[in-house]
């Protein structure tokens, strides 16, 4: 039984490359580096692993952003200079990535992650060091940090709109589908409880792990449970196996639809618009969202990048949390993250996705909430709009259901 | 009972996908007491012959059927190689070929990051492979997924050629008499080197068979091969190494408690209750299902 133990032993020796936190401790916390007459920031995204699908283009729409900014004079008369770590789709890797961004790079302050493990894994970091992070992807809610800017949609911008519009269609009864961490968990929990006040029934549940491929069991449940439609909190490529099962399975959009909010432009392009055609995601930024600035936004993107690139919501998000940052920068006359965190409240910019506004309270933005449909093109378009900015409101204070929730 | 029905046919088709993944594993770590952490990595150059060759070839179904043959070479011309430059000094020594091969593996996922980037790729499926066909109609209609039917079709027909192959053939028999008694095989005028490296050329061939099959589930990317590499393992030990007919029986076991058991409960609930009821087989039977007593190798 050599084999056998040799196995054992292979297993012992994958388990050690997973590394621990490094979070370090930090004498004193490492200030910027902004003596040069260039200022460094970092940019934290998984340029592999199961989330590059997702996070290769944010860090692709960040460049593009600091390089308009630096061609128009830079921030305070200094050119940024991004440097790009992988968080390699692995939280501690972003959290160690992080600590080296903050105290080796030395950054005026950093923009990435995407799923919300990763945040979490690095909220940590940034507030030992007292560094800025720009977080631009939708999540779930429920959280503050003095560190974070939080430049996607929370729950009230996002996930409560789309059950809204399933409500205003008449869909009572919904099946949950979600990668098994933080952000599907604790939507899910929100969810339920929108659904208990709102007269929704939830018929079920799923969890799949991050990366998972197989989900014929899963569409089998979703399938003989007759839902009205699927709310989907899955992330990645994982997705990418459910629409193939979900195709498989007979279930098409017209029978049984799914809102998906961790689905855009190219994610849509990667999984194959045949799978996805008619089904609906829920976000505040598509790559048809009319506007001045988004026409702007959309050529230069595509001219840098190429033309067959889509712009997405997350991607969006990124590109105005560098402008944003250099609003606030300018606003403080400082790079000091102290002074730019007092400078922030009401700075306001001119996204793609329409005017957005800081709230300097709970630094998260005021966004429009946009309910769009998948077409055979592959690009999405808006069906249903807020119509105007709404406040963000992470920790749900507006809405008695969610009491319970922490 | 559409919904029994139902499971159990999505079992037998997890059951599938273990055994194509395990088939070529059978041979290299079964017959040839080679352990190939490099074999995922082979499903993994399976699974990117058939996008390379989806770029060329437009009509999907075409490309599919090109690339089973040519995803078998392209695999197996890689085991071959690993085989003549760094597995064949190691023969009966396992634990060592587990580290090269292991090695081996990382260096194969680096290159693939290399070439095909970092991001996973997808392939479109033939059209008649995403549709599904209605076994039992009426309100709640029992529907079998073609893409599923194709890959328990495949398993089906690699097993029938590969355990024809070990019986029937001349190189078959050279296989299993250098399996039983190398020194004997080698006295008897047998090329036992170029008998590794074919079994090895097969076995890695099959699992470029498996990559194929495995586009038509999920992405494709640079550790796809990592995801599979444990549930292959599994699936030969329990099965009982060196037995084919072991690791048939047990990938549909597997699969079917897999599917069933999650159906139940919930995806990491039934990952977990399938590993304690691995253990607890293996107390019982820690030579596995089947196994050959007369062997020189173990």
């Given amino acids: 039984m050599a084999g056998a133990a040799a196995l054992a032993a292979a297993l012992v020796l994958s388990a050690c490359g997973a590394k621990t936190d490094a979070g370090g401790t930090s004498d004193k916390a490492a200030k910027a580096d902004t003596s040069g007459d260039t200022v460094k920031v970092g940019l934290l995204n998984s340029l592999s692993g199961t989330m590059a699908i997702s996070e290769v ?129 604790t939507a899910n929990k929100e969810i339920r409880a929108y659904a208990k006040a709102n007269g929704m029934k939830v018929l079920g549940e799923d969890y799949a792990p991050l990366g998972s491929t197989e989900f014929s069991t899963i569409a089998n449940k979703v399938k003989a449970s007759k839902a009205d439609a699927v709310f989907n909190t899955l992330n990645g490529d994982s997705n990418v196996a459910f629409f193939k099962e979900y195709k498989s399975a007979g279930l098409t959009a017209t029978s049984m639809p799914v809102v998906s909010v961790s689905i855009a432009e190219e994610e849509v392009k990667s999984i194959g618009s045949q799978y996805l055609a008619g089904q609906l995601t829920a976000w505040n930024y598509y790559q048809t969202t009319a506007g001045a600035a988004n026409t702007k936004f959309v050529k230069a993107y595509k001219a840098k990048y190429g033309q067959s690139k889509p712009t997405s919501d997350p991607m969006e998000a990124a590109y105005t949390s560098v402008y944003l940052w250099k609003a606030m920068v300018e606003k403080a006359k400082s790079f000091d993250p102290e002074k730019v965190k007092a400078a922030s409240d009401g700075i306001t910019f001119d996204a793609p996705e329409g005017k957005v506004t800081v709230d300097g309270a709970s630094q998260h933005i005021y966004k429009t909430a946009r309910i769009g449909k998948i077409g055979t093109d592959g690009l999405i378009k808006q069906v249903w709009d807020s119509g105007k900015p709404i406040k963000p409101d992470p920790f749900l204070k507006g809405y008695s259901w969610a009491s319970g929730l922490s | 009972m559409t919904v029994i029905l139902g499971q159990t046919f999505t079992g037998i088709s997890i059951g599938a996908v273990l055994l194509l993944i395990a088939l070529g594993l059978s041979l290299t770590f079964g017959q040839m007491n080679v352990i190939n952490m490099a074999h995922g990595e082979f499903i993994m150059a399976g699974a990117y012959t058939t996008y390379v060759l989806q770029k060329s070839i437009t009509s999907a179904g075409l490309s599919m059927l090109v690339a089973l043959p040519v995803a078998f070479l392209v695999s197996g011309a890689l085991g071959a190689l690993l085989e003549w430059l760094l597995i064949r000094r190691l023969y009966l020594r396992p634990l060592d070929t587990l580290l090269v091969t292991w090695g081996v593996s990382l260096m194969l996922q680096q290159l693939a990051r290399d070439i095909f980037g970092a991001p996973n790729v997808q392939t479109r499926a033939p059209d008649v492979l995403t549709g599904h066909i209605t076994v039992l109609g009426g309100d709640d209609p029992l529907t079998f997924a073609n893409s599923r039917l194709f890959i328990l079709g495949l398993a089906i027909a690699a097993v029938v050629a590969l355990s024809l192959t070990l019986r029937l053939t001349p190189l078959g028999r050279r296989i299993r008499a250098v399996v039983q008694n190398r020194d004997l095989a080698e006295v008897s005028g047998i090329s036992t080197g170029r008998v590794d490296r074919t079994a090895f050329f097969i076995g890695s061939g099959l699992a470029g068979v498996a990559g194929v099959a495995l586009t038509l589930v999920g992405p494709i990317g640079p550790t796809m091969g990592t995801n599979v590499i444990i549930d292959a393992f599994l699936v030969i030990v329990v099965g009982g190494i060196g037995q084919l007919k072991g690791s048939v029986i047990v990938a549909f076991v597997l699969g079917v408690l897999q599917s069933v058991l999650e159906y139940s409960t919930t995806v990491s609930v039934a990952k977990v209750l399938v590993l304690v009821a691995i253990v607890a087989f293996l107390q019982w039977r820690p030579q596995g299902l089947y196994t050959l007593r007369t062997r020189s190798l173990v």
């Fill in chain 1, 57 to 185: 283009t944010v860090r692709d729409s960040l460049k593009l952003a600091i390089e308009e900014i630096n061609a128009s004079g830079g921030v305070l008369g200094k050119k940024i200079q991004p440097i790009s770590e992988d968080g390699a789709s692995d939280w501690p890797t972003f959290a160690e990535k992080a600590s080296k961004l903050i105290k080796e790079d030395r950054v005026a302050a950093t923009f990435g992650c995407w799923t919300s493990a990763s945040r979490k894994a690095v909220k940590p970091v940034f507030e030992k060091n007292k560094s800025l992070l720009f977080y631009p992807v939708q999540y779930e809610g429920l959280e503050e940090s003095p560190y974070i800017f939080y430049t996607g949609a929370t729950t009230n911008q996002q996930i409560i709109p789309a059950l809204d519009y399933l409500k205003s269609q008449g869909k009572k009864k919904i099946y949950l589908v979600g990668s098994d961490y933080v952000f599907p968990r």
